[in-house]
């Protein structure tokens, strides 16, 4: 199985400052017949389901603020959010759908500083 | 709109049997594959399974947790993905989501709470 792992399990940071989590695989996302990392980011807000951010490492959905953008490729990934707003406070979790079994990484708390 | 709307969570006696429903509106259902996701009390997420469209065979995948203890159905006629759980186990107790799945989730439901407890 690929093993996800986000780094730091909770995060604080000030409204409108840069908020950076970070998601590494045990092996390659990296989907050869495509070229595309098979990568996800989900926000879960409290009391509510995820919500899909970002696809394909770096596509953001349809309708996702352009302050939230994912980077990396391979094995480490990032998703950033540029100016923190308060709505942003949430858990982040990021899955790869490569190979199965699906997997998720533990989640990353974001908090208001 | 898509939307998707699980049912039939509850409380259940270890060793019991439940099924949950995912109704879903606002896509064409028998295209997509669909999957079930859970979140155990203060916990990460899991990928359950998922069941392909009849075009891709409308097999199914399952993590090795409830393989051959979980079985996934659909009823394109209805627009609903089922969820078949057997031999139910403490650590099931979770909430139950399902989602469209192309193969990221780019669609959930609120979730269906399920708690396996004598």
């Known amino acids: 199985d690929i093993v996800m792992t986000q780094s730091p399990d909770s995060l604080a940071v000030s409204l409108g400052e840069r908020a950076t989590i970070n998601c590494k695989s045990s092996q390659s996302v990296l989907y050869s017949s495509n070229n595309q990392n098979y990568l996800a980011w989900y926000q879960q807000k409290p009391g509510q389901s995820p919500k899909l951010l970002i696809y394909g490492a770096s596509t953001r959905k349809s309708g996702v603020p352009d302050r939230f953008s994912g980077g990396g490729s391979g094995t480490d990934f990032t998703l950033t959010i540029s100016s923190l707003q308060a709505e942003d406070v949430a858990v982040y979790h990021c899955q790869q759908y490569q190979s199965f079994p699906y997997t998720f990484g533990q989640g990353t708390k974001l908090e208001i500083k | 709109e898509v939307q998707l709307v699980e049912s039939g969570g509850g409380l259940v006696q270890p060793g019991r049997s439940l099924r949950l429903s995912c109704a879903a509106s606002?896509?064409?259902?028998?295209?997509?594959?669909m999957g079930w996701f859970r979140q155990a009390p203060g916990k990460g997420l899991e990928w359950v399974g998922f069941?392909?469209?009849?075009?891709?065979?409308?097999?199914?995948e399952y993590a090795a947790s409830v393989r051959g203890r979980f079985d996934i159905s659909r009823d394109d006629s209805k627009s609903i993905a089922y969820l078949q759980m057997n031999s139910l186990k403490s650590d099931d107790t979770a909430v139950y989501y399902c989602?469209?799945?192309?193969?990221?989730?780019?669609?959930w439901g609120q979730g269906t709470l399920v708690t396996v407890s004598s």
């Open positions: 069941i392909r469209s009849k075009s891709y065979g409308g097999t199914t």
């Open positions: 606002g896509l064409t259902f028998g295209d997509y594959t």
């Open positions: 989602a469209r799945v192309t193969p990221y989730s780019d669609y």
